[in-house]
Every structure is written in structure tokens, then in C-alpha cells.
């Protein structure tokens, strides 16, 4: 028989990934968007599986140490799933006695402030919430595919803002005029003036969830941050307010949103343990973290800047009905004709699914647009059911369900 684009009888073999040799020139840490420093391998210019590698992840320190990879190393490098860089092992035969062992800063390599490495864990940090690498980081999370996703505001826009201190918040971003904008290089009015609407229509609509992920809290990716905006809206219902106007400013239930957050990390921090996925350690982190005062002023000043997130629907208690995708695990891969990535995944997440980013043995469906490419190889592998584009919509419509096989 068959399953979807594959036939059962059919058997998926993987080649062992190349394998070459290359050279560590340096290895560097660099600051992430939560201040932990990753260090990076600088290599010596590598062709591998089809394109030239010259930076690899460390990951951290103890994987340097656990590799026992040095400054100078002749080491083996491979694509790990024939997509990312790996240092898999230095040559130590070919050592000179020339090698260094690479030692973490003990101060933050971009804005010197000492570094914290909590006791018993392995992720070293910068403390800084205003250190310049992780605002850079920050902010484009926050304007990014995940967070309000603002078209044409990637990193060669950023910088420019950054380095112009045109943006020290993220409500700076809705603060930027026409003529700010055609003053970066690159820009005429023309290109201003859509970039600017793009930001505008950002400020009203984007959903909850994705207001909150882009804020970019402790331990929480976007799944997570959906349940908590749905947790949020029960707590703060939105139908207890006017209906959203984005003239009237401040949004008064995204206010009021925002002051549950406050009152909830000080008055009831226990209470975050209610949200699907979230335990102890993490409803300890994001009530430290929405206690902060600079989280507190990110969240006044997107409020008063006229931010006005989609507010989730939540019915009535006992009205609630299961939807078509309810508690099943899927995965969007390739280019779908009507759906951006982030709507395929809200759709998902209100048909009662939850949308995941790789394909394993807990997945139960694969949305597979146009080039699809190694996820899709992966789910035939595992024997993933896979819907197109088309199935997918009959699916959300209620019009039958998704195939068991």
C-alpha cells in the first residue's frame, strides 16, 4: 500500500555525511539574545556538502572541553543532517604543541560587564538587559518571523536603526517616521514610505501570542506563548472590554493585560504553573523576568505606543468544543500559496493543533507545500502522514478528517 507520497514496501537510506578537514583560526564567543555567550569556531574557509563553512557552534564551554577542541586544531568537520556546521573531533595526532585551549571571558566580550555562571549550570552570560549585542538580538526576534513580523525590517535595516540610536526600545520601532526612514542608506521614499506602512499595520492585529513570543521571555518558545495568551485571556476576558479600536489609545485590554503580567509575577508567581508546558523552574523565570522593571517599561511603552494585539476568542466555560486538529502534533514545511508560515501555524493552533518546527516520531501530520524539502524526507522516512495544501484547508473547514496513514 501506499502512505501519502511514499509506498509502504519503499525504505529510506541516509548516506553518512562528508566528512572534511579543516583548521580552528579562532574561537570567539558571541552574545545571544538572553546574554548567554555560545562560543563560535572560526575556520579556516572549508568546502563541504556542497558549501564553504568558516564559523561553526561550540555550543558551550563544557562541549569545548568534551571535544577537547583548541585554537589550531586540525579538526573534522561535517554537516550534521547535511544542513549545520559540526566541529566533530579535533586531529590530535596532527598537533604541534602550538594549540591554545580556549578560556570563556570573564566579562562580556561587547559591553564589559562581568559575566554569571549560575551554580550547577553549564550557559554563561552577560547580566547587561541594556548590553548592545543582546538588544541587537532582542529586537530582531521582536520585529522577526516569530514576534510582529514586520516585512523588510530585517538585519541591514536594524543595524542602521542601532547604530543611528534611532531605536533604543522595542516601541521605538512604531515611533519611526517616513523621514527617518529615508534616511538610511538605501532607502528612497518610496521604500520608506511601504516599510513604514508595514510597521503600521504591525501595531494592530498581530495575535496575542505573537506580541508576547516576540518579547522573547525566559524558556518559552511559541507554542508555549500561545498557551499563555489563551491562559491570559481567560483571565482578562476580552469581551469584558470595548471592542478593539486602533484610534482609541491605549488598547485598554491589552493595558489590562499587561497589568495582570505585573500583579500575577508579584502577587501570585505560582500561578504561571496553570499554563500548559510551563513547571516551576520556568514559571520562576518569567515571574522574575515580568517582575523586572525594564520588562515592566517594554510593556508600558508598547501599550501607550498603540499597540493593539488580536484578541483571542474564548468562549463561554462548557461551550468549548474540540477542533479538527485537536491534540495533534504537526509540521509545516515548504511554501503554501495561502498561508504565510506564521498563519499556517496560528490556523493550526486554532483548529486545536499544536505546531511544532522538526519532525519526529511524536509528529502526526506533515503540511507540505512547494519545496519541501528535509522534513518532508524525514516524515516519509518515519511513516508521517502528509497533507498538501489543499487537504490542509478541507481539514480546517471541518470538511473530514486528516488521513490516519
Not at 570563556?104 to 553549564?122: F, L, N, R, Y
Not at 479600536?245 to 500561578?271: G, K, S
Amino acid at each position: 500500500g501506499l502512505v501519502s507520497r511514499a509506498p509502504r514496501w519503499a525504505i529510506a537510506f541516509k548516506f553518512p555525511p562528508e566528512q572534511v578537514e579543516s583548521v580552528v583560526e579562532d574561537i570567539v564567543p558571541y552574545v545571544g539574545r538572553t546574554g548567554t555567550l555560545t562560543p563560535v569556531a572560526h575556520l579556516a574557509p572549508t568546502k563541504v556538502a556542497g558549501s564553504t563553512v568558516a564559523r561553526a557552534t561550540l555550543h558551550n564551554l563544557d562541549e569545548v572541553r568534551r571535544k577537547d577542541i583548541r585554537i589550531g586544531d586540525t579538526v573534522v568537520l561535517q554537516k550534521a543532517g547535511d544542513v549545520i556546521p559540526e566541529v566533530v573531533r579535533p586531529i590530535v595526532e596532527r598537533r604541534t604543541g602550538a594549540e591554545r585551549e580556549f578560556e570563556m571571558p570573564t566579562t562580556c566580550p561587547v559591553c564589559g560587564t562581568p559575566v554569571i555562571q549560575d551554580e550547577g549550570a553549564v550557559r554563561v552570560y552577560c547580566p547587561n538587559t541594556a548590553c548592545p549585542a543582546r538588544l541587537a538580538q532582542e529586537f530582531g526576534h521582536f520585529v522577526g518571523r516569530g514576534g510582529m513580523d514586520i516585512e523588510g525590517a530585517g538585519w541591514a535595516v536594524l543595524s542602521q536603526l542601532l547604530e543611528r540610536g534611532m531605536v533604543h526600545s522595542r516601541a521605538d520601532f512604531f515611533r519611526l517616521t517616513v523621514e527617518d526612514l529615508v534616511s538610511l542608506e538605501r532607502f528612497a521614499h518610496k521604500s520608506a514610505a511601504n516599510l513604514h506602512g508595514r510597521i503600521a499595520r504591525a501595531r494592530v492585529g498581530r495575535p496575542l501570542a505573537r506580541v508576547l513570543n516576540g518579547l522573547g521571555m525566559p524558556q518559552v518558545g511559541e507554542q508555549t506563548a500561545n498557551d499563555l495568551a489563551n491562559w491570559l485571556a481567560e483571565r482578562v476576558r476580552p469581551d469584558t472590554f470595548p471592542p478593539p479600536d486602533a484610534d482609541v489609545v491605549p488598547d485598554p485590554w491589552f493595558a489590562a493585560v499587561a497589568a495582570e503580567l505585573r500583579r500575577i509575577a508579584t502577587d501570585e508567581p505560582e500561578a504561571f504553573t496553570e499554563v500548559p508546558g510551563i513547571g516551576p523552574t520556568v514559571a520562576a523565570a518569567l515571574s522574575r523576568w515580568f517582575a523586572a522593571e525594564v520588562t515592566r517599561d517594554v510593556l508600558r511603552e508598547l501599550v501607550e505606543v498603540g499597540v493593539v494585539p488580536e484578541r483571542p476568542v474564548v468562549p463561554p466555560a462548557g461551550e468549548r468544543t474540540a477542533g479538527p486538529l485537536d491534540g495533534k502534533t504537526l509540521v509545516v514545511t515548504g511554501t503554501l500559496e495561502g498561508f504565510t508560515r506564521p498563519e499556517a501555524e496560528e490556523a493550526i493552533r486554532a483548529a486545536g493543533g499544536k505546531p511544532v518546527g522538526s519532525v519526529s516520531k511524536k509528529t502526526d501530520y506533515v503540511i507540505a507545500g512547494e519545496n519541501a524539502g528535509l522534513k518532508l524526507a524525514k516524515a516519509e522516512e518515519l511513516g508521517i502522514a502528509t497533507l498538501d495544501e489543499a487537504a490542509f484547508c478541507r481539514v480546517l473547514a471541518g470538511e473530514g478528517p486528516p488521513p490516519t496513514e
